[in-house]
């Protein structure tokens, strides 16, 4: 059983910042990669940001030059700093992590997902 959970979500202002932090625990052979996602509503989940196990990071379009994601590997946990918030930003921001249970099971877990909302 593989356990994601996110903190960090909250309401701030536009320009203001924020950090999530998601921890992944469980049986895990191996944590490939980690991410986050958010879905605003009436919009489909969408790709915030990825890291995996050697560091290589991806954005969206959208949060490039103003969120940063990093991972402790020795921890398993992925944090995501947010800066610049635009109103647009506001979603639900769920995490997610990929890899293995052992040498041939895979998982692909997400949490239950934190509420973050930018507003004057």
């Known amino acids: 059983q593989v356990h994601v959970v996110e903190s960090g979500g909250g309401l701030v202002h536009p320009g203001g910042s924020l950090s999530l932090t998601c921890e992944v625990s469980g049986s895990i052979f191996r944590l490939v990669a980690m991410g986050w996602y958010r879905q605003a509503p009436g919009k489909e989940r969408e790709l915030v940001a990825t890291?995996?196990?050697?560091?290589?990071?991806d954005y969206a379009d959208s949060v490039k030059g103003r969120f940063t994601i990093a991972r402790d590997n020795s921890l398993n946990t992925v944090y995501l700093q947010m800066s610049s918030l635009k109103p647009e930003d506001t979603a639900v921001y769920y995490c997610n992590g990929r890899g293995y249970l052992n040498y041939r099971d895979v998982f692909d877990s997400w949490g239950q997902g934190t509420q973050v909302t930018v507003s004057s």
């Open positions: 890291v995996n196990s050697g560091g290589g990071t």
